[in-house]
């Protein structure tokens, strides 16, 4: 069990890169005025510095006090002393720091599998059967057509997990697997080299690419051939229990199709097929034409929302699992049109995407999806046409533009983080927030090689694994006091105490919607490490995907 004093001095419990930017928060009422860096034998003191003055955070009654021992850069193993307070959990300043970090946030994908089974050797002790196979999967009634009429049966096995349930999203798989293939396609070589012990691992492809492609080949039978549409899910009526995946034989539907996933789908597909062409000629050919026919079908039917409501009251049975509906799709218009110029350099898709760029455009979420496509056109500006560069300003000026706020407003934070400076970042999957504004000062760092956004990238990283008010690292099997207890019906019902590892909990939101019980309610530290919360504490691909690429971006980008 941790201390008085391990839970009151938030760090990254990981630890720190050693040339840059180390911020302990010290939380509560201190009195001290300086902190003490100790050998972690308790004994030898490497470092002291100035407690920096208190602060009320603007995000809950929490009190901080700021360490800063950025100028201490050697190697070795640590623990932060404040005098009255005591001692932090040990951490390392290391280059290899966060690399376990970096590989969990990938192979967290593995454990989402849902038709193979986790072996052993590969899942060490949380290796399970197969679950859901998806062999025979019902057309629902809301999702019939011509070609497949009522009764029909199809098959959609494959594809991770969405979340803590056993439902497989198009909508939201469509921003996980672009946070992937993005993260591939800005650092290749980095992703050459890496290993994270999948069944794939040895072959001629990039780790990150095989675990994609996996759930890839499950989107690719969500597309009706017939017509080119996507259907919206593949789902139980309702959710499974808190069993382990493959226990439950209930009966398995694919839903009515929609503009959403069929623009997701096409833009993941198009991005696919330009990434796979080298490893996987027909793949890539497949992906090509699946994504040509998502968009023509997207253009017969320009603005068909996905309303699970409306539905429910027409088609049966009702369908109430994970909805992810969208009553605007002007920004998926826009992404899929960035992936479609951007593979096929038709400039068709380019006037598409021209045309929205007088939209307003916001930080990624599973409902927002521009910003996919403006860091997509910014990866190809080196080869764009002369037409196409016009734009690249108002693209730039707009990703600066929202990176220049974070950084203003970071000093004014109380946990010096990015992540907090707006109540509103603290919702339903917070982490996502976190995560996505990490990336964006990636790009901005790529811009300019000004390295105060790689550093603010940094302590968004700092505030997952550890530096929040809550004092948890929201990355299970990471960090002295990490997520136990998230809700993951594997890591519920497997037997093991540990939860399954690599996993990123959704973290605080002041929303609460499940009844579960929360010590603090304010919005950075309305979070429960229980199972019952899934609106705090479940787990999810387009969480778990945007911290793959933050991670390991900055084990890429660590010797700038
Ligand atoms: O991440 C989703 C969040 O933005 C929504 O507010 C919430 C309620 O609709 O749903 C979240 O997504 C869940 C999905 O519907 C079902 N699988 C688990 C997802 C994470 O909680």
Known sequence: FPTMAQQQIQLNQSGFYPKAPKIAVITGSVSAKEFHLLARNGKDTVFSGPLGPEQH??????????????????????????????????????????????????????????????????????????????????????????????????????????AGDYNKYIVNSGISMSSLFSAYEDFPGYYAALRTNIPESGNAIPDILDEAVYNLRWMLTMQDPNDGGVYHKCTNASFDGMVMPGVTKLPRYVVRKGTAAALDFAAVTAQAARILQPFNQPLADSCLKAARMAWQWAEKNPALMYDQNVMNKQFQPAITTGAYGDNDVKDEWSWAAAEMFVTTKDKKYYDIFHQHLQDSVYLPTWRNVAMQGYYTILRASGQLPEVVRQDLPVIKERVLRIAGEYIRRQPQNAFQTVMGQSRRDFSWGGSSVAANQGILLLYAYQLTKDKIYLHAALSNLDYLLGRNATGYSFLTGAGSKATMHPHHRPSIADGIEEPVPGLLSGGPNPGMQDSCRYEKTEPETAYSDTACSYASNEIAINWNAPLVYLANALEALKKE
Do not use: C
């Open 57 to 162: 955070s603007a995000n809950s009654s929490t009190l901080t006090r700021i360490a800063d021992f950025s100028a201490f850069t050697e190697k070795g193993e640590y623990v932060l002393q404040v005098p009255g307070v005591g001692t932090s959990y040990p951490f390392s300043i290391s280059a290899e720091v966060l690399k376990p970090v970096a590989v969990a946030s990938l192979k967290g994908f593995y454990f989402q599998r849902s038709d193979m089974p986790l072996e052993e050797k590969y899942a060490g002790k949380w290796h399970r059967p197969a679950g859901h196979p998806d062999n025979i999967v019902y057309v629902h009634a809301s999702a019939v057509s011509g070609r497949r009429p009522a009764g029909t049966v199809i098959a959609s096995p494959g594809g991770w997990y969405d």
